[in-house]
């Protein structure tokens, strides 16, 4: 079965230093793995997307993410935050063909002046 | 492109009654996902439809059900509401499994 963790429910950080989101998952097969965002009454937006191919994926808005198999991990990072930044974000995992999407519980993060 | 459509965006309905709801993919995906999305439990995976069958089942009773339409639109109903439905419910289409889901803006359903 296919799980996602998301470690911080609530990230806070500053305008213009670096954003961490943290994500672990849990998979039988060689998973795809995604981030979305949701800003408030908004759907979800697509950041990025792995589907094993590169191991450090871009996505938009200068976010960017690393597959670490070994620690099964898929991490978002930007290098400096911006206001617009301030979201709910979601990590989620697919095992494989058939299979439906699993989300995690998402990390709220805040951008602070 | 047009992105995915969902209908009506919001709905008040009281308890005890039945609700339909809509979702027009991205033209040429054949894969529609509902989600129901509630501040307590977050994202719920309701079902999946793909070729107008359905192919996953969340962990939901029967009172929620959904069919797929030989255009890929589909429709969620979801009968004797309860107070507990109330929630944002979240269409996404897909070419496929395995790949990004495009989401819709949601349908806010309150049940009263």
């Known amino acids: 079965a296919q799980s996602v963790t998301q470690l911080d429910s609530h990230v806070s950080v500053s305008e213009g230093t670096p954003v961490l989101l943290r994500c672990n998952y849990s998979?039988?097969?060689?998973?795809?793995l995604f981030w979305y965002v949701q800003h408030p009454n908004k759907g979800l937006q697509l950041l990025l997307k792995y589907t094993s191919a590169a191991t450090l994926v871009k996505g938009i808005n200068g976010f960017e993410a690393e597959f670490k198999k070994s620690e099964t991990s898929f991490h978002l990072t930007k290098p400096s935050a911006h206001m617009s930044d301030a979201a709910e974000y979601f990590c989620v995992v697919i095992g494989s063909y058939g299979q439906n999407f699993v989300f995690g519980p998402g990390t709220r993060l805040s951008v602070l002046p | 492109k047009a992105g995915v459509t969902q209908t009506p965006r919001y709905l008040i309905k009281t308890r005890g009654q039945q609700v339909t709801l809509s979702c027009s993919p991205i033209s040429g995906h054949r894969s529609v996902s509902w989600y129901q999305q509630t501040p307590g439990q977050g994202l719920q995976f309701l079902f999946e439809?793909?070729?107008?069958?359905?192919?996953n089942k969340g962990n939901f009773p029967g009172r929620f059900s959904g069919r797929q339409f030989s255009n890929s639109r589909s429709e969620m109903n979801v009968s004797t509401l309860e107070l507990g439905d109330s929630a944002l419910y979240l269409c996404?289409?897909?070419?496929?499994?395995?790949?990004?889901?495009?989401f819709g803006p949601g349908t806010r359903l309150t049940v009263t």
């Open positions: 998979s039988s097969y060689s998973p795809s």
């Open positions: 439809y793909f070729s107008e069958t359905q192919r």
């Open positions: 996404a289409s897909s070419f496929d499994s395995t790949y990004e889901q495009y």
